[in-house]
């Protein structure tokens, strides 16, 4: 029964977001949506929907150029990716707490303990009141900022607001203008980066944050999430101001502080994305930071926080000599370590395929391909040019990524769990030298 029912929910994931994808493709071809650089191909109307429903940000064409009924189809999209991919995630996972059991329930200890088990309708409602709570704030905010800014009326702040409100905390990075955020205000890209930091960091935290009191802990799950998104964002900022300072354009700490919030979820950037002036070192940790990705249950993708932050917890302890993974006085199950080392190998390996098929499609340099590449899994947006560019081979690839990317770690931690063999021999231990 719980091998059927985790089958299922493979699928039913799977092809929830192909719908939707290509719903967006036949929607972004009707005959009302135009675009200002021509007709719009079919490609690039895939590749324009998988973006959206992937929230990812990753465009062949540009957003503006697309007219209003073009623009609301893409937010549409954006919004229906980033809530499908929450109420999804933690439906399955509520409902599997249902029909596993025991043991098997907890090895989502790390997830599901932090739900009521009893009732979907709960964590759907939080879902749901979350996120139109954030969003209406971020419009308010913005809409106030664009004001400010001088170069927009009433309406237009009210339209840059309502697309960039819901882009920014649905992480997709999707803007209504060609250069991103370059130039805007500090106060919006404040309002931005919170809203992507609330967006990212998953409907599981987000949960136990509202039932906190002084009867109830902050789980494992949650703490792992805040203490890894906070060294993230501080280390990211840290570095490219370090960095940069040393490049022919120096960025300002603001800046710093919003590529490193933006680089591990949604894409917008504030200074120029070109190879030519970015520190190589810069380059590196941005494809790090995207493959890193958002936290599980929230509106990113890539390989997530708690899956880098038990990997290098796992290595802390085999340097310390400790024979189990220990964090806060707990001992993580070894399944849900090896699942972490695991999704991160994979996409570390379909980031190297994918980056060398790129390299022989497009003709792009090996640190281009790997970023972009990694842009798409991480479902990030950031581009250093190939997207815009690229040929019907490449922007293929590119599709492929942001699908994985975003179904990926969630689809693969329920086909582990469904291999899962309970053994009831034990072998003889033996050592393999390692060095």
Same mark, same amino acid.
């Given at each position: 029964?719980? =091998? ?14 192909? &719908? ?15 675009? *200002? ?20 940000? =990753? ?14 189809? /893409? ?11 929450? !109420?999804?995630?933690?439906? /399955? ?58 170069? %927009? ?41 919170? =809203? ?70 949604? &894409? ?17 940790? =941005?494809?790090? %930071? ?8 929230? !509106? ?11 990997? %290098? ?32 190998? *994979? ?38 040019? /190939? ?17 994985? &990317?975003?179904? &990926?770690?969630? !689809? ?10 309970? *053994? ?8 393999? /030298?390692?060095?």
């Amino acid at each position: 029964m719980t =091998l059927s029912f985790l089958r299922k929910s493979q699928l039913y994931f799977i092809f929830s977001f192909l &719908g939707a994808i290509i719903a967006g493709t036949l929607l972004l071809k009707l005959p009302w949506v135009t675009h *200002s650089g021509g007709t719009l191909e079919w490609l690039d109307a895939l590749f324009i929907s998988t973006s959206a429903v992937c929230v990812t940000g =990753l465009v062949t064409v540009t957003t503006s150029g697309f007219n209003l009924t073009g623009q609301l189809i /893409i937010i549409a999209l954006i919004q229906i990716g980033a809530l499908g991919i929450m !109420t999804l995630t933690a439906s /399955i996972i509520v409902l599997m707490g249902r029909k596993m059991n025991y043991s098997n329930t907890m090895i989502l200890s790390s997830l599901s303990d932090s739900f009521p088990l009893k009732s979907v309708d709960s964590l759907l409602r939080t879902i749901l009141f979350y996120s139109i709570v954030i969003e209406f704030a971020g419009f308010v905010l913005l809409t106030y900022g664009f004001l400010l800014d001088g170069r %927009f009326d009433f309406g237009h702040s009210c339209y840059h607001a309502f697309f960039h409100a819901v882009s920014a905390f649905c992480n997709a990075g999707f803007s209504t203008f060609d250069t991103s955020l370059i130039g805007m205000s500090a106060f919006i890209k404040i309002v931005i980066s919170l =809203l992507i930091i609330l967006g990212g960091l998953g409907v599981y935290v987000i949960y136990d944050l509202s039932h906190l009191s002084h009867k109830h802990f902050l789980r494992i799950h949650t703490r792992l999430v805040l203490i890894t998104s906070l060294l993230l964002i501080v280390f990211g900022a840290f570095s490219f101001k370090i960095l940069e300072h040393q490049s022919n354009s120096p960025i300002s700490w603001l800046d710093a502080y919003f590529q490193s919030v933006t680089a591990r979820t949604a &894409g917008f950037n504030t200074v120029a994305m070109l190879e030519s002036e970015l520190h190589p070192g810069t380059i590196i940790i =941005l494809i790090a %930071f995207m493959l890193i990705g958002a936290s599980p249950g929230g !509106t990113g993708g890539g390989m997530k926080t708690t899956t880098a932050a038990l990997v %290098f917890i796992s290595l802390y302890n085999t340097f310390k000599g400790n024979t189990k993974v220990l964090i806060f006085k707990r001992e993580i199950l070894q399944n849900n370590v090896l699942k972490a080392f695991t999704i991160m190998f *994979s996409f570390i390996a379909v980031s190297v395929v994918a980056a060398t098929w790129l390299t022989a499609t497009d003709s792009a340099s090996l640190e281009s391909a790997f970023f972009e590449v990694a842009s798409a899994l991480g479902t990030v947006g950031l581009s250093l040019g /190939i997207s815009a560019k690229a040929t019907a081979a490449g922007k293929f690839i590119l599709i492929c990524c942001m699908f994985v &990317g975003r179904i &990926g770690p969630f !689809t693969m931690f329920l086909f582990l769990l469904g291999r899962e063999k309970a *053994s009831r021999l034990e072998y003889p231990e033996e050592r393999v /030298i390692l060095g």
